[in-house]
């Protein structure tokens, strides 16, 4: 056999090729640097809310988070996801009629210049959306197991401080504004020279837009209504069902209090935050599936970070 001419050649020509791609393997494809202009929205943003500027390591996962959300925008349109959601068609042909409001052209035309003008490749709204499609796509295709009984109770265990309750309130109020909290002791003796009960006292006091009777309310949300020092001085009293109290302050005036129920601070048992537990770990296993997904096609990249 080896004396056939042809035979040298081909089995030369092979080893040639395998020598070949291994000195010169094909190069991967190149993935970033990422785009300046998401970057620096989203550094603008951090410098915004957090009122600080921004660390080496906070700017490394902002890269991190660009070129994750480039890769899977690359891997949706390499397998036409931007031709199968009609959402991102309604987009197209919004932007068809923005730039051409007196176009006669009906909706599937529209999309097809639109993909003839490579608009889902510009496009922030419809690059996010495709984004979307694919954490879906990778997320469907993992086949995640749902959580069990036991994964659900050793997380409630972990992070049974979470589902401490405050004391919550019921009461209702009488209310004078500031201009009037000089008539607030003649108000007292009133209802308890009377016996008044709320509905009664209330006629001896001023408007309140938020309304006079409130249920099951926590020291956070008496806050968000009343303010601060009112939740504060309430809570503080330690009131018991069916007690006046009072006068107590809010950015608004001053209030006298009737309290009708008090909720003692308790931890929601199991029974009542399973579900919202169970919703958490699927959407932590969902989260590592596309980590892990991510993290494998990166392999494929040459990537580049700046």
Do not use: C
């Not at 837009?209 to 020092?229: C, E, I, K, N, P």
């Amino acid at each position: 056999m080896l004396k056939k001419p042809w035979l040298h050649f081909l089995v030369l020509g092979l080893f040639l090729f395998m020598a070949g791609r291994w000195a010169f393997p094909v190069p991967k494809p190149v993935l970033g640097p990422p785009n300046a202009a998401r970057l620096q929205a989203m550094t603008e943003n951090y410098r915004q809310f957090s009122r600080a500027e921004i660390s080496t390591e906070v700017l490394s996962r902002f890269i991190d988070a660009e070129l994750r959300d480039e890769l899977l925008f690359r891997e949706a349109l390499q397998r036409g996801l931007q031709y199968r959601d009609a959402a991102i068609e309604q987009r197209i042909i919004r932007n068809m009629r923005f730039l051409d409001a007196d176009t006669q052209a009906d909706d599937a035309t529209l999309v097809e210049q639109g993909y003839a003008l490579r608009l889902p490749l510009t496009d922030e709204v419809i690059r996010r959306r495709l984004v979307q499609i694919m954490e879906r796509l990778i997320v469907a295709t993992a086949a995640t197991a749902r959580p069990t009984p036991d994964e659900i109770a050793t997380r409630y265990q972990r992070d049974v401080s979470r589902y401490l309750e405050p004391p919550r309130y019921t009461f209702s109020h009488v209310f004078l504004s500031a201009e009037r909290v000089d008539e607030m002791p003649g108000l007292i003796a009133a209802v308890e020279a009377e016996q008044m009960n709320s509905e009664q006292a209330r006629a001896l006091g001023a408007p309140f837009l938020s309304g006079y009777d409130f249920s099951l309310q926590s020291a956070d949300q008496m806050t968000r209504v009343f303010g601060a020092v009112f939740a504060q001085e309430l809570t503080a009293l330690a009131p018991a069902l069916g007690d006046w109290i009072g006068p107590i302050t809010s950015v608004f005036g001053q209030h006298y209090v009737f309290i009708a129920a008090v909720q003692p601070e308790r931890t929601m048992p199991l029974e009542e935050v399973s579900l919202k537990i169970e919703g958490a770990l699927v959407r932590e296993a969902e989260e590592r599936a596309v980590d892990d997904w991510v993290d494998n096609a990166f392999v494929g990249y040459e990537v580049v970070r700046s």
